[in-house]
Structure formats: C-alpha cells, structure tokens
DNA sequence: TAGTGGTCTAGACCACTGC
DNA sequence: CAGTGGTCTAGACCACTAT
C-alpha cells in the first residue's frame, strides 16, 4: 500500500499518472510489459478505480500506454513509422512501408560540433560517436545520415563491427545500450546539394535536397540521438493532416 | 426530452457525440457558439451527467468543442495556425505568427482540371472558381496559389471586386458564402521553378519549389477548396513532433 | 471461471465565471 | 449568488481474454 506523493493541490489522476510515467522513464516499466491493472493500482494507490482510470486514459491518450480489453494496460513500443523518412516515395511504386537497406560507412568517435553539442546536452567541443550511414532502397541510394550520439551512453556500439548494425538503429540502442527513444523532434529544409552529398546520393552537385534533422529523445525527454540526413528533393513526399 | 437515436449497441457516449457533431455539421450549431450545459444535456437526452461528459470529452479530443470552466462548452472555431504556410520562415527573424501580404490577381469561372474536379467531387470538366493569388511579406514575394472553389457553392464571391479580399480567405468563405474550412489535408513536394512561378517569386527558372497542395474540408468532410501554393524551396522551414 | 478493461450511473464537493 | 465545468467516489453491469 502507499499513498500518492507530490502537491496535494494537484489532482489525484494527474499525479497518479506521473507516478506511473517516472517508472517507465526509470526502467521500472518498459515498453511491452504489462502495468499493474485497475483494481491493484487503485489499491496500492488507495484511490478510487475511476481516479485510476482517468490516469489511465490520459497515458493512453498521451501514447505512453495501450490497454487492451480483457487482457492489460500495456507501455507502448513507439513505433517511427510516421517518421519523416518514410515520406520518401521511390520509383516503382512503393507503399512506404520498406525500410530501406542501410550500410554504415564509418564510425567513430570525435569532437562534436557546436550546435550538436547543445542539441545533445554535450559540453562545448566533447568527444562523441559519429556515424555516417548510407541508406538505399532497390540498390539506389536515397539518404545519406551523420549520426552523433554522446560517447558515455552509447560506448557499447563502438564494440560493434559494421556489419553487426541492423538496418534499424533505435532496437540495437534499447539492447545495447538500454537507451530507448520514446519521442523526436524534426526539422525539415531544402538545400542544394554538396558535391560530396551529391555523389552519396548519385545526383548532379547544386540539385535541391531535402535536409531532416531529428533530434530523438528518451521517456524523461532527455536528449539521446541527433541526425541529419539528406535525401534527393525530387523523391520526397510529404502529407499532413491539419486539425 | 429525447431518447438517443441509433443502435442501442453502441454506447450511448458515442451517440450522444455523434448527435452533437450532426448539430454542428447541419450548421445548428455554429463555431463559437455555447453548447447546452452538462445538466441541461443529461437531462435533454436521458443520461446520465457522467455520460454527458464522456461524449463532450470525446468532441473536445476531436477539436471540435473547447470547455472554459465557469463559462461552458463551445464550438470551436479552427485556426489554421499551424498550416505550412507558417512554416515559411523568411529573412528578417519573422516568428512565423505574420500574415503575408495578399494580392488577388485574377478571379473568373473556367474549367477546372481533372484532379481538381475529382478532390472537389465536381463532374469531369466542370467549371468552376479559379483564383490567382500573389501573397507577399515585406514587400517580397514567398507564395503564389492557385485556388478552385465550386461555383455554387462560393457565386458570392464573384461580386465582390479584388480588393474587398482581405488577407485571408476562409473568415470570407464563412461570412459570404457560410462554408466554414474544419479540416484540411495538405501534401508537399518539391519542384523546379516554370518560368512563370518563377517570374512570380522572384527567383531563377529551375530552382527548387516547394509546392503544397491543401484539400479544405467542412465539418460534414466534404471538400470546400482546392488550392495549389509555390514557394521559395530556399526559405522553406518545416518542424514536426514525432509522438 | 476468474480477471481484465469498457460502459454507465448517481451522486459529492470544489474552482471558476458572471452578475 | 447561481451556474458552469473539474475532480473524485463507489458502485453495477457488460464484453473480452485466458485457462
């Protein structure tokens, strides 16, 4: 039994639902386990089942959790599926739903620039991984990304050979590093590309390229990942729904 | 009193929501306007206030009401704040929040195209409104659009003379012809300049554009306006939240 | 059958708004 | 002050899942 801390002047759901959220960011929870249901938490908690199952909602609504009739409240996997990458439409008709291949040229660690350094909370100049990848789809190169990562947190992957990475980063992250990316922030421009940009991705140098930088944050919304990636304009596609 | 219409399978929350919803498509119910209290509700339609408010819950989620403690529940009106458009960021640290200058170059009745006759549901070579607009921040042009409306729908519009548009199109839409925008889809891809887009915008033939193609919908999801914008890709500035 | 979440009820009390 | 929405309680009953 326990009794839910914090400011009394604060609504029970509300710090209920932080309760719950601190141990997801703590590791306590994590993603696909299964919470506590209704009637232990109200319990534990000592309040009323409708207070849990405002918390609950809100978690819901907020994408932390995923409940499932007759079965649990689950802690959401995030999936990127929405992520920007994936409005890169190809030649040939695809869905948008393949991962492109992804080849990692090089990695390393180094000093990072500037504004990596503020975007991961680094101090000015540290030493950080940088990973250079290229990703194709049908052989074609489409996208090529420099990663940086702070060196503390990520040190395992150095203990990687290239060929050991997936063509997804984010699940080698959770395992490895126990890192996991809950949510990310995007930023899209154009630009015309560098001639060593150009000939990653087999385009003239000066064509217009699509530049996403993302910066991918942890469930305590701490900094982990920073990338920018570069795709051909001509390919890219982008839908959004306003309201 | 009432009873809630429908299938008595679905719940009654979902009912009384769907109801409210008709009312506010059916134009009853109008933007800004005061939705009957919690009680007044319950007591209208038979339920209970617990369940008034699982529905009013549901509708203020959707976007479609706002509650103001003390005050009650209204209709919201929806701002297009967020459309890309703001997301043009341009010379001068504008914070985004500035309403571009806006010229009405032509307005007349033609043909529309295929595609504008199937977003906007009309019969293949129908016609329709046509506006050509020029939008400027200062005194630099950043967007011409290309905007179809139905003509039924908007023949109010043809008798107002260019310069009674003010800034903005859709608070006209709502007041002259009482089609009020809920919703839009909007898709961005990048181009190379026509010499007439060009021209307009100011830059070189064969640069990059951005071009977005915005459907605007009404409450009831049909679709109102179709319109086409050109951009300058160089002053293009795109943020996204993943999760 | 037992345990889960989903719907629904019927209240109590509080905080905020406007008169 | 009366009326609004915001929080919280304490149940009842149902639908779904696992065993």
């Not at 922030?185 to 590309?193: K, R």
Request: with cysteine; net charge positive.
């Amino acid at each position: 039994m326990s009794t839910l801390s914090g400011d009394n002047r604060i609504p029970r759901y509300i710090r209920l639902a932080d309760s719950i959220k601190q141990q997801v960011i703590a590791g306590v929870l994590r993603p696909g386990n299964l919470v506590p249901s209704e009637n232990e938490l109200s319990l534990f908690y000592e309040v009323a089942p409708g207070t849990v199952r405002q918390a609950l909602k809100e978690l819901v609504n907020e994408g932390l959790l995923q409940r499932v009739q007759g079965k649990g409240t689950y802690v959401r996997r995030p999936d990127f599926d929405r992520s920007l990458f994936r409005f890169f439409k190809f030649l040939g008709g695809s869905d948008g739903t393949v991962v492109p291949d992804s080849k990692i040229l090089s990695i390393s660690v180094k000093s990072a620039p500037r504004h990596v350094c503020g975007s991961l909370s680094l101090k000015k100049n540290a030493k950080a991984i940088y990973i250079n990848r290229l990703r194709k789809l049908e052989n074609c190169p489409v996208l090529v990304e420099q990663i940086w990562l702070s060196e503390a947190r990520f040190k395992p992957l150095l203990t990687l050979s290239k060929n050991e990475f997936g063509p997804l980063l984010y699940p080698i992250y959770e395992k490895k590093c126990n890192a996991i990316v809950a949510c990310a922030n995007e930023d899209l421009t154009i630009e015309t590309a560098s001639s060593k940009t150009a000939e990653a991705l087999g385009i003239e140098r000066n064509q217009a390229v699509v530049v996403i930088d993302r910066l991918a944050l942890g469930f305590d919304e701490r900094p982990l990942e920073w990338r920018r990636s570069y795709g051909r304009a001509d390919q890219f596609h982008y839908q959004v729904d306003i309201r």
